[in-house]
Nanobody, 123 residues
Framework: HVQLVESGGGSVQAGGSLSLSCAAS????????MGWFRQAPGKEREGVAA???????RYADSVKGRFTISKDNAKNTLYLQMNSQKPEDTAMYYC??????????????????WGQGTQVTVS
C-alpha cells in the first residue's frame, strides 16, 4: 500500500517562494512517474510537473522557469520548489505517483496514488 504525504504549503506574497515535499511510503521503489498537481476552486485538477524514474522532468507551460521538481530516492521524497510565485498559483497542491508507464503526465487520471493535498496561497 502506497502512502503519499505532502507538506510545506502556506501563504506567500507574489514574487515569493515556497517549497513542497511529498514523503512516500509503502511499495514505492518501482514508481514510474511522480508528479505534482494543483486544483483551484471551481477548476479541474491540472498537472504542474512530473519526474520519471530516470530523472527526466516535464512542466506545465504556466510554471516553466519558475518551478523545479526533484526527488531524493534515498529519502523516498518528492519536492517542488516554487519561485516567483503568482496569485494564479493559488491552489491545493497534490502529490501523485504511478507505477505503470504514463502517456500523458499532465492528466490526473493517469495516476493511481495521491496525497491528501497541501494549500498554497499567493497574494
Amino acid at each position: 500500500h502506497v502512502q503519499l504525504v505532502e507538506s510545506g504549503g502556506g501563504s506567500v506574497q507574489a514574487g515569493g517562494s515556497l517549497s513542497l515535499s511529498c514523503a512516500a511510503s509503502g511499495y514505492t521503489s518501482n514508481m514510474y512517474c511522480m508528479g505534482w498537481f494543483r486544483q483551484a476552486p471551481g477548476k479541474e485538477r491540472e498537472g504542474v510537473a512530473a519526474i520519471d524514474s530516470d530523472g527526466s522532468t516535464r512542466y506545465a507551460d504556466s510554471v516553466k522557469g519558475r518551478f523545479t521538481i526533484s526527488k531524493d530516492n534515498a529519502k523516498n521524497t518528492l519536492y517542488l520548489q516554487m519561485n516567483s510565485q503568482k496569485p494564479e498559483d493559488t491552489a491545493m497542491y497534490y502529490c501523485a505517483a504511478e507505477p505503470a508507464s504514463v502517456v500523458s503526465w499532465w492528466k490526473y487520471n493517469e495516476y493511481n496514488y495521491w496525497g491528501q493535498g497541501t494549500q498554497v496561497t499567493v497574494s
